[in-house]
């Protein structure tokens, strides 16, 4: 064992060591399935939700019994006791922690900006995913990319808002860069997602190859044989072929020209230049109105103002001497 994993080891003992010590505490649960939640006083009915959308759960191109063993969920009261459940190592923007070798979830159970208690359901999905796979697998390991992406995809979170989230990361220059599959997990919680929406792609980008069949097949021979080589029997890739064609796609996929061929964005464009023609045209009215308004008579004329004559009109003058009437 390397010492890497002695002291992953040695931080999953610690970490289940207080865990053992909290449960103490916490005397009540429920189980759905063969889940079994471990919640405070005061959460029994966010518990009862959540085990009530935890299961029954299945999970693509697996076993139907493959949490047949268990797995626990523990419902974190507050931030004190996350971090003592999680080592405090989980990152900010972390919604949830799983430890699939022992089939431990922790999720929080309060007001954070971890997440909304409207996303923990998916939550629960993307971590009960991490330890099905885990527990198909065995003692193999899987490459980053691929649990992390397989988690999101399972979940439901590779969305269409998750691609909108890709295009615009494609635009802005923000996505990590696509010439490798070991991506860089970053601290900040938007290149965090765009590191997870890019693992997602490429196992929905699998899927696309040959479905939910041919994927389970792959996940037979990876536990056979080991990832590279069962990818290379049953999608024909090798790691370096993946990465290039992936690469492509996603680019095609969720680059600046389709961002830009979308009927939204076409749309937005129309009303923007629309809104525009109005303006430029309205203020061109207003000056044509003014240089009216400034050329017309007065309403009230000097002659107007005149003061009214006394009396009839005078008589006209007299013809002069000489002139005669014709």
């Not at 002291?7 to 189980?31: D, K, M, P």
């Not at 070991?182 to 196992?203: E, F, I, K, N």
């Not at 990465?243 to 009927?263: D, H, N, V």
Request: proline residues 9%; aromatic residues 12%.
């Amino acid at each position: 064992m390397s010492g890497r994993r002695a002291a992953c080891g040695a931080l999953v003992s610690s970490v289940l060591c207080l865990a053992a010590i909290v449960t103490e505490a916490a005397a009540q649960e429920i189980r759905a399935g063969p889940i079994l939640f471990r919640y405070w006083p005061g959460d029994a009915r966010f518990a009862e939700a959540l085990a009530a959308a935890a299961w029954p759960a299945t999970f693509p191109a697996l076993p139907s019994t493959v949490l047949d063993s268990g797995a626990t969920v523990f419902l974190a009261p507050d931030e004190l006791r996350f971090d003592s459940l999680t080592g405090a190592r989980a990152p900010d923007w972390g919604a949830g922690v799983a430890y699939p070798d022992r089939g431990i979830i922790v999720l929080p159970a309060y007001a954070s900006r971890r997440a909304s208690p409207q996303d923990l359901p998916r939550v629960l999905r993307h971590e009960l995913a991490h330890v099905a796979l885990q527990r198909w697998l065995g003692a193999l390991r899987s490459p980053r990319w691929f649990t992390e992406g397989y988690a999101t995809w399972t979940a439901g979170q590779f969305d269409e808002s998750a691609a909108w989230l890709l295009r615009l990361a494609f635009l802005t220059g923000r996505a990590p860069p696509l010439d490798s599959l070991v991506l860089d997990w970053p601290l900040q919680p938007t290149d965090a997602r765009v590191a997870y929406l890019l693992s997602a792609s490429a196992v929905a980008w699998l899927d696309e190859r040959g479905g939910e069949r041919t994927m389970r097949i792959f996940f037979e021979r990876w536990r056979e044989t080991g990832f590279e080589r069962a990818l290379f029997d049953v999608y024909g890739f090798t790691n370096a072929t993946l990465e290039e064609y992936w690469s492509k796609t996603i680019r095609r996929r969720y680059g600046w020209l389709l961002f830009l061929a979308q009927s939204v964005v076409i749309w937005a464009i129309t009303a923007v230049f629309v809104i525009v023609l109005f303006v430029i045209r309205r203020r061109r009215d207003r000056r044509k109105l003014a240089q009216l308004v400034a050329t017309e008579p007065p309403d009230q004329p000097a002659w107007w103002n005149e003061p009214p004559l006394d009396g009839p009109p005078p008589d006209p003058p007299p013809p002069a001497s000489g002139d005669s009437m014709r």
